[in-house]
C-alpha cells in the first residue's frame, strides 16, 4: 500500500530538538497549510539524522516549507483518556520557491532520509 503526504506550509514554531534512544537527532515540528482566508490546518511533524539536521539549520518559526513523507499515528494517554495523533515522518523537506536561500542552492545539501 502506498502511504506518501506531501505539504506546503510555514512551521508555527520554532523546532524542538531531541535524540532518539540509540542517538539519532531528531526534531518535531508544526506546519501550518491554509487551505483558504477561513481554513487552516494544522499537520505534526517528525524528521530524523540528516533531514533533522537541515530542518534545524535553514528552517524557524514562520519559514515557508514543503514536507513529504508516510502518515503515521501513534496513542497516548492523558487524565485516563485515550488520544490518537497523527504526524507526517518527513523524509524529504525542501524551500519554496520564495525562502530558497542562495548558500543551501549552491551546496545542493541532502534533504532526503531513507527508512
Known amino acids: 500500500m502506498f502511504n506518501q503526504c506531501t505539504i ?3 512551521l508555527t514554531a520554532d523546532v524542538k530538538k531531541s535524540k532518539t534512544t540509540n542517538g539519532t537527532k531528531a526534531v518535531r515540528f508544526a506546519v501550518a497549510n ?7 490546518m494544522f499537520f505534526n511533524v517528525v524528521a530524523y539524522g540528516g533531514t533533522a539536521e537541515f530542518v534545524e539549520k535553514y528552517f524557524s518559526k514562520g ?8 502518515l503515521e499515528y501513534y496513542d497516548t494517554e492523558k487524565d ?13 523537506v525542501d524551500f ?7 548558500s543551501a542552492a549552491d551546496n545542493k545539501e541532502q534533504t532526503t532520509d531513507e527508512l
Open 8 to 10: 506546503e506550509g510555514r
Open 34 to 40: 491554509q487551505r483558504s482566508k477561513d481554513s487552516t
Open 63 to 70: 519559514s515557508p516549507i514543503i514536507v513529504s513523507g508516510p
Open 80 to 92: 485516563g483518556k485515550k488520544y490518537r495523533n497523527y504526524q507526517i515522518v518527513a523524509i524529504s
Open 96 to 102: 519554496t520557491v520564495s525562502n530558497k536561500p542562495e
